[in-house]
């Protein structure tokens, strides 16, 4: 059974930086084929995807947010990491972790999600 | 403004069946097969319903079915229950640039 569980800050100020971490449970981040990323909710909007990465270091990046996200992965702790740099009270959502199997572009598995509010 | 559209609302009565559509471009929902649908409850993590436009992952009810036509996706939900308010989001494969959009989200109300 796999399982995603996020971790992380639940407040931040405005310009900070966003660093949460996805620990994914009952697969390998390194596993052929798997991928694990982002998708965030703002409150009461719709669900927009974030970054994903690839067991093979594959990484991909919405490209309104590109310039501000980095994801990579631990191997060793079976994690993966999103940075965000210049958060703003815009990017106050509820981040939730998912699971993709190449070749299909769906995300079978969520986390719980995190609610990451940005105000000073 | 999300990139699929959907209503925003929908209803049906206990029993009934109701269909949501989720409306793309020729850059997603028509030339890819990789449509997907979550529902979500209030306060809970989406869960995947639909995938590849018409297959149901392993324990999702047979009520659910999906299809495309053109630039446009379906959900329909027959034999409606109380238990299948939640709302429904559509999302599909938009290539290697944008990788996966969604759209806006369709409430749904069993009356």
């Known amino acids: 059974q796999i399982t995603l569980k996020e971790s992380g800050p639940t407040l931040v100020k405005p310009t900070q930086i966003l660093t949460l971490t996805c620990t994914l449970s009952?697969?390998?981040?390194?596993?052929?084929?798997?991928?694990v990323g982002w998708v965030r909710q703002p409150p009461g909007k719709a669900l927009e995807w974030v970054a994903l990465?690839?067991?093979?270091?594959?990484?991909r990046y919405s490209p309104s947010l590109k310039s501000r996200l980095t994801i990579t992965e631990d191997t060793p702790k079976n994690q993966v990491v999103l940075t965000v740099t210049n958060m703003d009270p815009v990017d106050s959502a509820t981040y939730y972790c998912?699971?993709?199997?190449?070749?299909?572009?769906?995300?079978?598995?969520w986390g719980q999600g995190i609610l990451v509010t940005v105000s000073s | 403004q999300s990139a699929l559209t959907q209503p925003p609302s929908a209803s049906g009565s206990p029993g009934q069946s109701v269909t949501i559509s989720c409306t793309g471009t020729?850059?997603?929902?028509?030339?890819?097969?990789?449509v997907s649908w979550y529902q979500q409850h209030p306060g809970t993590a989406p869960k995947l319903i639909i995938y590849?436009?018409?297959k149901r992952p392993s324990g999702v009810s047979h009520r659910f079915s999906g299809s495309k036509s053109g630039n446009t996706a379906s959900l329909t939900i027959s034999g409606l229950q109380t238990e299948d308010e939640a709302v429904y989001s559509c999302?599909?494969?938009?290539?290697?640039?944008?990788?996966?959009?969604f759209g806006g989200g369709t409430k749904l109300t069993v009356l």
């Open positions: 990465s690839y067991w093979n270091n594959d990484q």
């Open positions: 590849e436009v018409n």
């Open positions: 999302s599909s494969y938009a290539g290697s640039s944008n990788f996966v959009i």
């Open positions: 998912v699971h993709i199997k190449w070749p299909l572009y769906t995300f079978d598995y």
């Open positions: 020729t850059s997603d929902i028509s030339i890819y097969n990789f």
């Open positions: 009952g697969s390998s981040v390194s596993n052929f084929g798997v991928g």
